[in-house]
């Protein structure tokens, strides 16, 4: 994406722009991302200098969700492990999932301060070049491989100095570790909040395609981003058609997972494969379940052979009423716009005349490499019987 910002006179002499848009060039990692939008989010709020503290902190919150909600990965696998500094201080703090469900950013801050001590040494890291390679853009002089990337404070005095010809988007005021600070030059603040809507979209789009070249079986990168997408669930007409099949089955549903009978007015729909992975309400994804059971599969892929077959009886029991009910049919295309948007699903799985072990053929087909990906990407498996021993 090509960045288009608003300049005038005001800009275009004393800051140098096309810098600017370069800085998010040729990143092997993503913390510039998160670094940039850090600042831009403390900006937002604080007129002050900006420590490292609260910069690192911000960017821990705001890759949060990315990796304990929809386990993204933020950095490259090596050895079968993500050498991600940002990712590593998150699981480590959520070591045993006891963070996962925090909703709010405070309560985010208060887990990194509980677990200030275990993941110094990811802070430590993500200062010792991060805030000078996002600058790199308006060092011409020195290449990548000079040695004094390796000294802060070589750095920060060279960066004083350029600042001193043309104005930095900031420079670095020394201190003890994290207490080092950024200090953003006015013309470029006030540039900046003019541009800020611009300026956070490109830095997002940058974000996206450097995760999804990292998560490539991982769909809807976009809406991973932060807890607020999951809010925009569309479930009423789904909810509806399976009220509306229920409503004329002439025997009773039962919930896959634990065989009983359920009252499909009073029970959830549950996403068979989290809807953490697929980021969409596809029909065939969704299935009746009881509300009681939620809590127990949360954020877990049901296994595969205990419970697929159940799942794919239960489709088709509503793909055979659907067919052969004209008001159920009615039901099901108000679901075309928000659960119907799969081509193989439209064109091969709910039309008229499949048989049962066509239709279950079809779903198997298209669901099973969904529920491996999301497998690899690192969702546990759940079973019944881990509710039984949990109640």
């Not at 596809?282 to 159940?310: A, C, H, I, Q, T």
């Amino acid at each position: 994406m090509e960045l288009v910002l608003h300049t005038d006179g005001i800009y275009s002499s004393e800051l140098d722009i096309s810098k600017f848009a370069q800085m998010l060039d040729d990143s092997s990692q993503c913390y510039k991302y998160y670094w940039l939008e850090a600042i831009l989010n403390l900006m937002s709020t604080n007129d002050g200098d900006l420590s490292f503290e609260q910069i690192i902190d911000e960017m821990i919150c705001d890759a949060w969700y990315s990796v304990t909600r929809y386990k993204l990965h933020l950095g490259p696998m090596i050895r079968g492990k993500s050498e991600n500094f940002i990712e590593h201080a998150i699981n480590v703090i959520n070591q045993d999932n006891q963070f996962s469900y925090a909703f709010s950013k405070d309560e985010i801050l208060s887990a990194i301060k509980q677990n200030k001590s275990e993941i110094v040494k990811d802070k430590r890291a993500l200062t010792k070049y991060v805030p000078y390679r996002l600058l790199s853009s308006f060092m011409d002089e020195i290449g990548g491989n000079n040695k004094m990337w390796d000294s802060s404070k070589q750095m920060i005095l060279y960066l004083e100095l350029l600042n001193e010809d043309k104005p930095l988007p900031y420079i670095i005021i020394d201190g003890k570790g994290m207490e080092k600070k950024v200090r953003i030059h006015p013309k470029w603040r006030q540039f900046i909040l003019n541009n800020f809507p611009i300026i956070q979209g490109w830095i997002q789009i940058k974000k996206v395609r450097y995760l999804q070249d990292r998560n490539p079986g991982v769909p809807g990168i976009i809406y991973k981003l932060n807890s607020e997408n999951e809010k925009g669930r569309k479930l009423s007409n789904a909810k509806e058609l399976w009220k509306e099949v229920a409503d004329v089955l002439s025997a009773p549903i039962h919930d896959i997972y634990s065989g009983h009978e359920i009252d499909v007015r009073k029970s959830d729909l549950d996403h068979f494969v989290p809807w953490s992975f697929v980021a969409n309400d596809e029909l065939w994804d969704l299935v009746p379940m009881e509300s009681r059971l939620n809590s127990s599969k949360s954020n877990r892929l049901p296994e595969w052979d205990l419970y697929f077959g159940n799942l794919a009886a239960l489709q088709y029991k509503m793909y055979e009423t659907v067919f052969s009910h004209e008001q159920i049919q009615k039901a099901f295309e108000k679901c075309r716009r928000d659960n119907l948007n799969a081509m193989w699903a439209v064109e091969n799985l709910y039309i008229p005349g499949n048989t049962e072990e066509q239709f279950t053929n079809i779903l198997e087909h298209n669901l099973r490499p969904v529920y491996d990906a999301a497998k690899l990407q690192g969702y546990g498996l759940w079973r019944y019987s881990d509710y039984v021993v949990i109640r």
